[in-house]
């Protein structure tokens, strides 16, 4: 019986394993997607037409803390996946919901700049710089939203009991989206902002 049931699960991968790199290889392509949306912007970013530069419009003091904020979120992620490991649910539950929050917090931040960025006469369409920042930074906060919904709907799968066993992975999974969001966040903050004023 010991040999069949090794027979039996011999030729099937394992699962988790599977569903880990395809995130993986998920990841890399967008590498790739955001690679191109940052070399765009350093195409134009000195291309401004009658609008306002870089220089004019950013706050470095107000995008550094809106950034501290979802750095903090990695760690909270950290806390969830340990807690998932020591099968400590509860608080699984809490770290996950300080990782949306703070997520939520970013994306405030980030819709309190734009607004203020359109006040001062920076759209989508006042030059290909503010195209190119737009598309880069709304892409990125997409993404970021995605990630907050994946991290409640991870958490509420938790109450119902739905995902037992495999809940350390499913945390896993949604920690490598959020981690690469974070890191994806440094170099446009980097690129974006520090290097432009």
Excluded at 4 to 21: M, S, W
Excluded at 78 to 98: F, P
Excluded at 161 to 170: A, D, F, R, T
Aim: charged share 10%.
């Amino acid at each position: 019986m010991a040999v069949l049931d090794h027979t039996e699960h011999a030729g099937h991968p394992d699962l988790g394993n599977v569903r880990k790199i395809a995130m993986w290889a998920f990841l890399g392509s967008e590498c790739l997607f955001f690679g191109t949306l940052i070399s765009t912007f350093l195409l134009y970013h000195n291309t401004t037409g009658d609008g306002p530069t870089a220089k004019e419009i950013f706050s470095i003091p107000f995008t550094s803390v809106s950034s501290f904020v979802l750095l903090m979120s990695s760690l909270t992620m950290v806390l969830a996946h340990h807690a998932a490991g020591r099968k400590d649910w509860r608080q699984m539950r809490v770290w996950l919901l300080a990782t949306a929050g703070l997520g939520l917090v970013f994306l405030s931040g980030q819709a309190y700049e734009f607004t203020t960025f359109v006040h001062e006469g920076l759209t989508v369409t006042t030059s290909p710089f503010g195209s190119a920042f737009f598309v880069l930074t709304s892409f990125h906060g997409g993404h970021v939203a995605i990630g907050v919904l994946m991290l409640l709907a991870t958490t509420f799968m938790s109450f119902g009991g739905k995902l037992h066993e495999g809940q350390g992975m499913n945390v896993e999974l949604v920690g490598l989206y959020w981690h690469f969001v974070d890191i994806v966040w440094i170099v446009i903050f980097t690129v974006v902002y520090l290097l432009q004023v």
